[in-house]
């Protein structure tokens, strides 16, 4: 059996073993560590299908271990990041832990299931509908990075406050499943009129996280989805 056949399937499970890894650091607060070990899984993420597809090896299998993967990844994580934070907000203490730090985990809910509908929707070959959990889970995870690095106390107090977490996770778990078509930043050609969107939105990505570091990825992930709702009425005129 050609060794090739198994190289994606070994990566997806570096991706899953990368996901268990960011769950320890998370569950101890180590952010930081969490956020690197989730990049790298998402990263090798896109490597598995790329291999498969060079290799001519796709498979059922290889399917349903990159879902898999990515629950734990892109779902579990993230979903325990805003439980933390949740947990940490100014209205709870660790002493008198209530139900409401767990709705963080409605991430991983909206996660799960948006991950069950693409294997099954033909639309999303070429495009995506709906925020892919890789994006979200980068929004999430940088949320307390943000806080960790900033001194501005308005950012501050946003992101301590139980309410605007529990509306970022509402928003999560909505636009992750959301009929909004977005653009992929697959390129399938080289020529300018085709790839201006994601030029566009390259460029500005580059010049926020070169400005703002950490405090730009949340707002990387907001331009991306932003520009893809005027892509799309641009698109219709």
């Known amino acids: 059996m050609p060794v090739k056949k198994h190289i994606p399937n070994l990566i997806t ?3 899953l073993f990368c996901g268990c890894i960011a769950l320890i650091f998370a569950f101890h607060r180590h952010f930081e560590m969490a956020f690197g070990f989730v990049a790298l899984g998402i990263f090798l993420d896109f490597f598995d299908g790329f291999f498969a597809r060079l290799f001519k090896v796709a498979s059922p299998l290889g399917l349903q271990l990159d879902s898999l993967a990515d629950m734990v990844t892109s779902g579990v994580a993230p979903g325990l990041v805003m439980y933390q934070l949740m947990l940490k907000s100014d209205s709870f203490d660790v ?15 909206g996660s799960c299931y948006r991950l069950a509908n693409f294997n099954i929707d033909t639309r999303q070959t070429n495009s995506f509908i709906g ?9 999430i995870m940088s949320l307390p990075l943000v806080l960790i690095h900033t001194d501005s106390l308005p950012v501050i107090e946003l992101l301590t ?31 300018f009129a085709d790839n201006k969107i994601r030029i566009l939105f390259l460029s500005l990505a580059v010049v926020m996280l070169l400005l ?14 932003l520009l893809s709702v005027a892509n799309n009425k641009l698109s219709k005129k």
Request: hydrophobic share 60%; proline share 7%.
């Open 131 to 139: 925020l892919p959990t890789p994006a979200n889970t980068l929004f």
């Open 212 to 225: 703002l570091q950490y405090a730009a990825i949340p707002l990387v992930i907001l331009t991306y989805v």
């Open 161 to 191: 406050n139980e309410w605007v977490l529990l509306a970022i996770t509402l928003f999560s778990a909505y636009i992750l499943n959301a009929e909004i078509p977005l653009f992929s930043l697959k390129v399938k050609n080289f020529t």
């Open 13 to 15: 499970l570096l991706n």
């Open 95 to 109: 002493a008198n832990v209530e139900i409401f730090p767990f709705l963080g985990f409605l991430i991983t809910l």
